[in-house]
């Protein structure tokens, strides 16, 4: 496990791509997609599911057309209708998100536990809220790197393999390491590189916090 991003990080790169205003022309075009869409998945025309859900053949017509602003209640009342939940009728709203992009070698670099030893970490980007809990790493080894203290966090950890060989261990278990081998742990076992076999060494870490998880 590498250092969290928490740690102090030097010569960020990252550009984030921020989402667009949200505007009630976006809300009505998702919700006309969704409500055309799932009453043709139910085999219902127009007609009989105005009159499933109550409101007029027209009305219907026009909010699958994105002619015109649902009520809430109108809303419940095809959510009802469509048996889905009423936040299934806004997917798609909200399509501009937030992104992160980060060109190869531009990555912010952290320092922490291994920086010391030659672990060089790379941090690939780190969204804001309830999304940060997901955070990818470089991690580089060189001829200079030297083993370090294990490591033991909350979450789960997937590593991948890009270059050289490595034995890597958690808990009592050890595993070699190579070129496009993968391994996921539970981060609440003690882990880490326990043997550099074939230096350069380069492998993703993205560990994957709980949502309580707290910084």
Same mark, same amino acid.
């Given at each position: ?114 920086? +010391?030893? @030659?672990?060089?970490?790379? =941090?690939? $980007? ?5 999304? &940060?809990? *997901? ?42 390491? +190579?070129? @496009?081998?993968?391994?996921? =742990?539970? $981060? ?5 590189? &326990?043997? *550099? ?19």
């Amino acid at each position: 496990m590498p250092p969290r991003s928490a740690d102090v990080v030097h010569d960020t790169a990252e550009r984030e791509v921020a989402p667009d205003a949200l505007t009630g022309d976006d809300l009505e075009q998702a919700i006309a997609h969704q409500v055309r869409t799932l009453r043709k998945a139910t085999g219902l025309s127009v007609g009989d599911m105005a009159e499933k859900v109550g409101i007029s053949k027209a009305m219907l017509s026009k909010i699958e057309n994105a002619q015109t602003s649902c009520s809430l209640s109108t809303l419940a009342r095809l959510a009802a209708g469509l048996d889905v939940p009423v936040t299934s009728l806004f997917r798609g709203a909200d399509a501009e998100r937030e992104a992160v992009y980060v060109e190869s070698g531009h990555g912010a670099v952290i320092v922490g536990r291994g920086t +010391r030893v @030659g672990h060089h970490y790379e =941090l690939l $980007g780190a969204l804001r809220g309830q999304h &940060k809990r *997901l955070e990818p790493v470089l991690v580089t080894l060189t001829d200079s790197s030297e083993a370090f203290p294990r490591f033991q966090h909350a979450g789960t950890e997937l590593l991948y393999m890009l270059e050289g060989v490595m034995v890597y261990g958690h808990g009592h278990a050890e595993y070699t390491l +190579r070129p @496009g081998d993968s391994l996921l =742990l539970d $981060g609440e076992g003690v882990h880490g590189p &326990k043997d *550099l076999v074939r230096l350069p060494i380069r492998f993703l870490a993205v560990t994957a916090y709980p949502d309580n998880h707290q910084d």
